[in-house]
């Protein structure tokens, strides 16, 4: 099976949102929405964070736009970073290494970065 990761295009758009009460008696009181919408000519995204606290009367929106070369490098680092936020570092350096004697000598950690690297691709 081949797995793709959608990255957005120059007219693509996409939204995230929250509400950190889902299920509770509040539900619904407090939203987090984030969304990323292009420009009209496809040069850049808008980003689009907006919080809404029914609770406290807040009603804020931050608007940021961001271009392409600058999208290219959010979305690098967030390739990078990923792995160490999902804490699959700490897992591959708990695993220690196949004792030199034996004669296949694969280091199970590469082993597992090559398992993550080919099934989530930076």
Known sequence: MDQKRK???ARDSC??????NKGKSDEGRVRKVLKVEPLRDGSAHFFNLSVQNKITNVDENIYI????????????????????LLGWHTFANSIKPEDSN?????NP????????FLRFPM
Do not use: M
């Open 7 to 9: 990255i957005l295009g």
């Open 65 to 84: 736009p961001i271009t392409k070369a600058e999208f290219a490098v959010l979305v690098s680092s967030f390739n990078f970073v990923l792995p160490y």
């Open 102 to 106: 034996r004669q296949n000598s694969t």
């Open 109 to 116: 950690r590469s082993a597992i970065f090559e398992y993550i």
């Open 15 to 20: 939204e995230f949102f929250h509400d950190p």
